[in-house]
């Protein structure tokens, strides 16, 4: 059977050289219900990044039901689940990040991520009232 999500050896290092994943592997099976969690700076909002096609990673790969993120973007991103649902997600996400890259001169989500990585306490004041 293959799983929902499969991710193998998944591994991201931003352009300062910050290695936010170190070759990460899991599987999900459909109809399972799983959490990322972790301490700040663990890996957990870039391996979202990558999983939704936001983020490219430097080395390994997410499938999505069989399809690979990168190699077929939108048939990955269809089998995700309830597109608007998905959809929405990938807006926040996105919106979050733009508003970060106007804020501080960037054009592009990795320059946001690298941002994020350097500034934790940023990420935090995204979520105060």
Avoid at 9 to 16: I, P, T
Avoid at 46 to 57: D, E, F, N, Y
Wanted: hydrophobic share 40%; charged share 20%.
């Amino acid at each position: 059977m293959t799983a929902a999500l499969s991710i193998r050896d998944l591994s991201k290092v931003y352009a300062n050289n910050v290695h936010a994943l170190r070759g990460i592997s899991l599987d999900v099976q459909e109809g399972d219900f799983f959490a990322l969690l972790g301490p700040n700076g663990a890996g957990k909002s870039t391996t979202i990044g990558c999983v939704s096609g936001l983020v490219p990673p430097t080395s390994g790969s997410v499938r999505v039901q069989g399809h690979d993120i990168v190699a077929e973007p939108k048939a990955a991103k269809v089998k995700l689940g309830n597109r608007k649902a998905f959809n929405a997600m990938v807006a926040s996400f996105r919106l979050t990040l733009q508003g970060i890259g106007a804020e501080h001169d960037m054009d592009d989500a990795s320059n946001c991520f690298e941002y994020l990585l350097q500034n934790p306490g940023k990420v935090q004041d995204l979520f105060e009232d």
